[in-house]
Antibody
Framework: QVQLVESGGGVVQPGRSLRLSCAASGFTFSGFGMHWVRRAPGKGLEWVTLIWYDGSKKYYADSVKGRFTISRDNSKDTLYLQMNSLRPEDTAMYYC??????????????WGQGTLVTVSS | SYELTQPLSVSVALGQTARIACGGYNIGSENVHWYQQKPGQAPVLVIYSNTNRPSGIPERFSGSNSGNTATLTISRAQVGDEADYYCQVWDSSTVVFGGGTKLTVL
């Protein structure tokens, strides 16, 4: 079955960097678009970024544009999120998730369990 | 940017029908997806493309979409349905989530 396992979360000071990883299994990773979605404490779901199945297109929420970079290694079935210039408001559970791409992304049909990022001095 | 508006909370009596609205300009022309998230768990897709249920989702969950409102309907509500529910669309190269609705089963 589809498995998405995030790692790399932790406590980091404001202004520092962190890299999240998501290991995928149980499906053809190179055939699906992949997202990062986060949920801050006491808030709702917030979409962060999406990468096309072949890495040819990348989209970002305004709140992270210029600071976060999504990438993927289809030879390793792994998704990444490089987070720079972190802010306290980036504190959240970060979920890796997948979508089929049919001209545009379809629904997000599988989610990982999340990795917690805390930005605090 | 496109906005989706949901009520903060909805309450329903055990065994009755709950309806959760998701408002957006001309949302009836969009593909709307719905997610359920219980405390401490990852979100789960419960309705995709307005009206479709993924395998494993009970028939009690249904969706509709017309005009400026999409609706998630949960029939014969159970205590296990208590969760946060989110609507979602793809618009202008971004994924947009509604603010979420907390469903309480009384």
């Amino acid at each position: 079955q589809v498995q998405l396992v995030e790692s790399g979360g932790g406590v980091v000071q404001p202004g520092r960097s962190l890299r999240l990883s998501c290991a995928a299994s149980g499906f053809t990773f190179s055939g699906f678009g992949m997202h990062w979605v986060r949920r801050a404490p006491g808030k709702g779901l917030e979409w962060v970024t999406l990468i096309w199945y072949d890495g040819s297109k990348k989209y970002y929420a305004d709140s992270v544009k210029g600071r976060f970079t999504i990438s993927r290694d289809n030879s390793k079935d792994t998704l990444y999120l490089q987070m720079n210039s972190l802010r306290p408001e980036d504190t959240a559970m970060y979920y890796c998730a997948r979508s089929d791409i049919v001209v545009v992304p379809t629904s997000i049909d599988s989610w990982g369990q999340g990795t917690l990022v805390t930005v605090s001095s | 940017s496109y906005e989706l508006t949901q009520p903060l909370s909805v309450s329903v009596a055990l065994g009755q029908t709950a309806r959760i609205a998701c408002g957006g300009y001309n949302i009836g022309s969009e593909n709307v997806h719905w997610y359920q998230q219980k405390p401490g768990q990852a979100p789960v897709l419960v309705i995709y493309s307005n009206t479709n249920r993924p395998s494993g989702i009970p028939e009690r969950f249904s969706g509709s979409n017309s005009g400026n409102t999409a609706t998630l309907t949960i029939s014969r509500a159970q205590v296990g349905d208590e969760a946060d529910y989110y609507c979602q669309v793809w618009d202008s190269s971004t994924v947009v989530f509604g603010g979420g609705t907390k469903l309480t089963v009384l």
